[in-house]
């Protein structure tokens, strides 16, 4: 398996920047895509943005411009830097792989969270 940590979140004022650190650990060879979610009290998880095991980058449309995910293979440490933070950007911010691994003579897929790492947007 794989267990995924997010960190870096915090009370942050509008303007500011913020880096969001996750570092996984277990079977990271199983790692086929990686991406930052938000969800915010009473709404499903959002996605933002997500990488593949080979490098490839998606944004959602909300999230171009301010945010930027990116993956430090020899850190096993998937980072999100948000800048210009706005009230809006307010919520509990969660790490998210999908496992992708052969077995039994077929792919199997399988996903896991992290515990999620809060960031406020006040001043």
């Known amino acids: 398996q794989v267990q995924l940590v997010e960190s870096g979140g915090g009370l942050v004022q509008p303007g500011g920047s913020l880096n969001l650190s996750c570092t996984y650990s277990?079977?990271?060879?199983?790692?086929?895509?990686m991406a930052w979610y938000r969800q915010v009290p009473g709404k499903e998880r959002t996605r933002l943005a997500g990488?593949?095991?080979?490098?490839?980058?998606d944004y959602s449309e909300p999230s171009k411009g301010r945010f930027t995910i990116s993956r430090e293979g020899a850190e096993n440490t998937l980072y999100f830097w948000i800048k210009n933070l706005k009230p809006g950007d307010t919520g509990v911010y969660y790490c998210?792989?999908?496992?992708?691994?052969?077995?039994?003579?077929?792919?199997?897929?399988?996903?896991?969270w992290g515990q999620g790492t809060l960031v406020t947007v006040s001043s």
């Open positions: 277990g079977s990271i060879g199983d790692i086929n895509y």
């Open positions: 998210y792989a999908e496992l992708k691994k052969f077995d039994l003579g077929a792919w199997k897929y399988d996903e896991v």
């Open positions: 990488i593949t095991s080979g490098g490839t980058i």
